[in-house]
């Protein structure tokens, strides 16, 4: 995802697809970076946002999950998505040889095979965008297409609070009051450091007002790390 997915014509969602990074995690990274197991998701309504190629719709859809994605990209078509998600993959990984010493190679072993799991990932995401593409909205925050309250567990993964430098701190706080909005249980929100690998510095005032506001808040370490410092979780329960 890109931060320019905020630059928008206030009249639709519809952004130039050269300025949005279409690149996605597995299932099986969300379910780390989440700490989620499949019995806590079942007979819950889960929404991904900003979920660009990820496959967590797809994979958890296919377990029987209700699953929700929403992403602006999602307003172009399935092939043009799939093409763009494959250059963005290649260049992603094309470079990251020179910033490799900033990554922690366990989960992945090398950048075959990241690169590997992130065109797994592409391709699930939009073959289940053209099985199901009720499930795929397009979206971006920090305004939202769903009723208050419509979903019990909402997720929001590499968006939030990495692109500090160009998303300031009142946007940061209009789109966490709106994923909250539609959330009726909890916000889960990953990671809580910038690209450099530093801890948001609007993350503490951020949680002194959700807690003003009487929402509980805990930052929670998780087992995934790729990305050094990138390993915990913002966990937002919503009031009753």
Not at 31 to 41: G, N, V, W
Not at 49 to 73: E, H, N, Q, V, W
Not at 213 to 220: K, S
């Amino acid at each position: 995802m890109s931060a320019d997915k905020m630059r928008l014509d206030q009249a639709g969602t519809r952004l130039e697809l050269a300025r949005v990074i279409f690149i996605g995690r597995t299932f099986e990274e969300y379910m780390r970076m989440f700490d989620l197991s499949t019995e806590e998701l079942e007979g819950k309504s889960v929404l991904d946002c900003p979920a660009g190629a990820c496959s967590f719709t797809a994979k958890g859809s296919a377990k029987g999950l209700d699953i929700t994605a929403c992403d602006i990209a999602y307003d172009h078509d399935i092939d043009t998505l799939e093409d763009k998600g494959r250059l963005d993959v290649e260049h992603a990984t094309t470079n990251m040889a020179d910033a490799s010493a900033n990554f922690r190679w366990e989960y992945f072993r090398s950048i075959p095979d990241l690169q590997a799991a992130r065109l797994q990932a592409l391709e699930d995401c939009v073959q289940d965008m053209a099985s199901r593409p009720e499930r795929y909205i397009p979206a971006a925050l920090p305004v939202l297409p769903f009723k208050d309250r419509q979903f019990d567990l909402v997720l929001s993964a590499h968006f939030l609070f990495m692109y500090a430098d160009r998303l300031d701190k009142i946007f940061h706080k209009a789109a966490v009051d709106e994923l909250l909005r539609v959330a009726r249980e909890e916000l889960r929100i990953f990671p809580l450091v910038n690209l450099a690998g530093e801890r948001y510095a609007g993350l503490d005032p951020l949680i002194a007002d959700l807690k003003s506001r009487g929402y509980e808040v805990l930052e929670q370490t998780v087992s995934y790390e790729f990305q050094y410092q990138a390993n915990s979780m913002l966990r937002i329960r919503c009031r009753k």
